[in-house]
């Protein structure tokens, strides 16, 4: 039954993911943090014209001439469904993860990844966390040696906080 639920708010949050980007979306990756009901969610995602480039889902009102507000509450609506899956975890006896990956390939195969490092009470903070996915999961290079070092601290204290 669990496992049931759990597949059922999967599909609503890439249901909420796909109603968001553009028709012609190949792969995406999300990333969901909550701690204590706050936090916040985002994606990349490629397009069928463009494999190469990972668009942000924050950039999406400027690229695609969305109003703002229309994608906050649709925004709004996704994290609302990352704190649901959170919960159903939650009252079913599990240990509340931090953060959730999820990533959508071309297939439509659905991967889960749940992390459960405290990333709210490290020194990393949004945009570096941010920085690091797309350097974990899109496979960015660095900016520079300073940017280097703060993604191998990011790797040495999320495997701190996972043994």
């Known amino acids: 039954m669990f496992e049931k639920e759990l597949n059922e708010i999967y599909v ?5 993911v796909n109603d968001m ?5 190949n792969s995406f990756y999300l990333n969901g943090e ?7 969610v985002f994606f990349f995602f490629n397009t069928n014209d463009n494999l190469d480039e990972f668009i942000y889902s924050h950039d999406i009102p400027e690229i695609y001439n969305v109003d703002e507000k229309i994608y906050n509450q649709e925004n709004h609506k996704l994290f609302e469904l990352i704190i649901k899956l959170q919960q159903k975890f939650i009252e ?10 999820m990533i959508v390939n071309e297939d439509r195969k659905l991967k889960i990844h749940f992390d459960y490092t405290k990333w709210s009470e490290s ?5 570096q966390r941010i920085n690091f996915f797309e350097y974990k999961y899109l496979s960015r290079e660095p900016r520079n040696e300073k940017e280097k ?5 990011m790797e040495n204290y999320a495997g701190a906080k996972s043994e």
């Open 149 to 153: 070092e703060i993604f191998i601290n």
């Open 123 to 127: 020194k990393f903070g949004p945009s």
């Open 21 to 25: 980007m553009p028709n012609n979306w």
């Open 34 to 40: 909550v701690k204590d009901g706050e936090g916040g």
């Open 92 to 101: 079913n006896g599990q240990e509340a993860w931090e953060s959730l990956v």
């Open 12 to 16: 609503e949050i890439a249901q909420q």
